[in-house]
């Protein structure tokens, strides 16, 4: 590929979050391949009953992906999730997902195919 094409496909590597209802904001590190995957990976491996799995893979996320939390523990983090307003909380992983290039509605399309299939019986 020419430099010029190369300079202009490259997407940023910091990318600004803002939280919808406090407008703080919050710059995330765009996930590498090694990191998608092992997020990946600690997703498939919670519990689907778990009250409070967003929760934690929103503090995996924070921790992964903010350098202002890198050095934060999991816990901590969990624990002011807690204290987030349900709207600003549940805006860390549709962004998650934007990052990866995953539309909200494509999101919804396959959840909802999945819970068809699986309640079928």
């Not at 490259?10 to 406090?22: C, D, H, I, M």
């Not at 939390?69 to 709207?87: N, Q, Y």
């Amino acid at each position: 590929m020419g430099k010029l094409l190369d300079k202009y496909t490259q997407p940023a590597k910091n990318v600004e979050f803002k939280f919808p209802l406090s407008g703080d904001k919050l710059t995330f590190v765009r996930p590498s391949q090694s990191e998608t995957k092992a997020l990946g990976e600690f997703s498939s491996t919670m519990d689907t009953e778990d009250d409070e799995a967003d929760i934690k893979m929103s503090a995996k996320l924070l921790k992964m992906l903010v350098p202002d939390f890198a050095k934060e523990s999991e816990k901590d983090i969990r624990d002011d999730l807690k204290e987030l307003e349900a709207p600003d909380r549940a805006a860390i992983l549709p962004f998650y997902f934007e990052l990866l290039g995953i539309e909200r509605d494509e999101l919804r399309r396959v959840v909802s195919e999945n819970l068809s299939t699986t309640t079928k019986s």
